[in-house]
């Protein structure tokens, strides 16, 4: 059984950084690509950032480039968000999606098969 498990979500202060991380076990990743999602209150559930886990590919909605960063670590079956120059417009539950998403063209939003529970982040300003 597949199982993503999200963390390192909290409280920060505008400015600040956090780094969210989404242990995956039940099977192989390889050949799967790796997401982060985030819905805010009221908001639909928008794409933050993908990763191939294969190729290292990465993909960001425009909102975060150059603030977030998302990486593997293959030895761990892990996936991280680092999220730098925070905003109170980050505040969200943060979701670890993995699916097989197409990466060329559009932003890969959609393709995602399993799912995390997801971790809360708030930003104060």
């Known amino acids: 059984q597949v199982h993503l498990v999200e963390s390192g979500g909290g409280l920060v202060q505008a400015g600040g950084s956090l780094r969210l991380s989404c242990a995956a076990s039940g099977r192989s990743f390889s050949s799967y690509a790796m997401g982060w999602f985030r819905q805010a209150p009221g908001k639909e559930r928008e794409f933050v950032a993908a990763?191939?886990?294969?190729?290292?590919?990465?993909r960001y909605t425009e909102s975060v480039k150059g603030r977030f960063t998302i990486s593997t670590d293959n030895a761990k079956n892990t996936v991280s968000l680092q999220m730098n120059m925070l905003k109170a417009e980050d505040t969200a539950i943060y979701y670890c999606?993995?699916?097989?998403?197409?990466?060329?063209?559009?932003?890969?939003?959609?393709?995602?098969?399993?799912w995390g529970q997801g971790t809360q982040v708030t930003v104060s300003s």
């Open positions: 990763i191939s886990w294969s190729s290292g590919t990465t």
């Open positions: 999606a993995a699916g097989r998403p197409r990466f060329i063209g559009l932003l890969p939003t959609e393709g995602y098969t399993y």
